[in-house]
Each structure stands twice: as C-alpha cells, then as structure tokens.
C-alpha cells in the first residue's frame, strides 16, 4: 500500500506545493485523468488512484492545490496521525493543537478549515456513521485560506 504524508505548507510527499506540472508526473507518473474542475478553472486538475489524489495548478502551472479522498489502496497521514482511521473528533483535537479552526466558515461541522496552516478537512454528514471519519484532505499554496499572500 501507497502511504502519502500531507504536510501543511509544504504539499503531499512527494508532490511539493509549487511544484511544476511536469514535475509532478515525474513524481506521480501518468494521470489517470485531467479534468477542468469548474468551467472557470484556469488549469486542468490531474488525477490519480481513481480521482482520489487530485492537483490543481495555477495559471503558471505550478501546484496550488491538493485534495485528497478516501482510498483504499493508500493511507495518508498529517501530523503522526492516519487522516481516514482516525476519528473526526480526534483529529480536529490533534489540528488545534498546531492552528485554529475556522468557526465561521459556512460549512463548518462538515468542513474544518485551518487557515494558518492552509488545510481544510471534510466529510460528508455530520451525523451517523459516514460522519465519524474525514472523506477528504486538503492542503494549498499561501493565502488559498488565509489572507496571507
């Protein structure tokens, strides 16, 4: 199994943030797909392991963004701690203890994000079992959440 350490800031190892597109299939190999992410995307997003690790790239196409999904052919990790085996409750614990959460973001309870550290976390339902375990992560450039630029 493929093991993916998210580190804020930084990028997904061994995908940096800033990185080119070039760059990133060298790391990655071939994308499984490309896909424009919303009519006003700039860029194509590329995808791998089913659209399960996604990046987004800048007008320059360098990375500005990474999401990642649920996936059972690899586990990911942020701050020593699983992202999709550990519970949500647990998790955002262990992330107030490096930043603080966004209270006022709209959709908080299904979403939690992190501005200082560029990080957003999300999950499908806030109640029942799909709500106890995160279903994506998150993690962008400078200023892609906070006002930092």
Not at 28 to 41: E, I, M, V, W
Not at 46 to 65: G, I, L, M, P
Not at 118 to 143: D, K, V
Request: charged share 20%; hydrophobic share 40%.
């Amino acid at each position: 199994m493929k093991n993916f350490e998210v580190i804020p800031l930084k990028g997904v190892l061994p995908v940096a943030l800033g990185m080119t597109r070039g760059q990133v299939h060298s790391e990655l190999g071939r994308c499984t797909s490309s896909f424009q992410k919303t009519p006003a995307s700039v860029q194509p997003t590329d995808s791998w392991f089913n659209n399960s690790f996604q990046v987004f790239y800048a007008a320059d196409e360098t990375v500005k963004y990474i999401e990642l999904s649920s996936n059972k052919d690899f586990a990911v990790s942020c701050m020593g701690v699983s992202v999709f085996n550990t519970q949500v409750t647990s998790l955002i614990e262990r992330f107030e203890q490096h930043a603080e959460v966004d209270t006022s973001d709209p959709e908080h309870g299904f979403s939690f994000i992190f501005p200082s550290l560029e990080l957003s976390l999300w999950r499908p339902e806030i109640e029942g079992p799909r709500a106890l375990y995160l279903s994506t992560i998150g993690i962008g450039r400078l200023g892609c959440y906070s006002n930092a630029a």
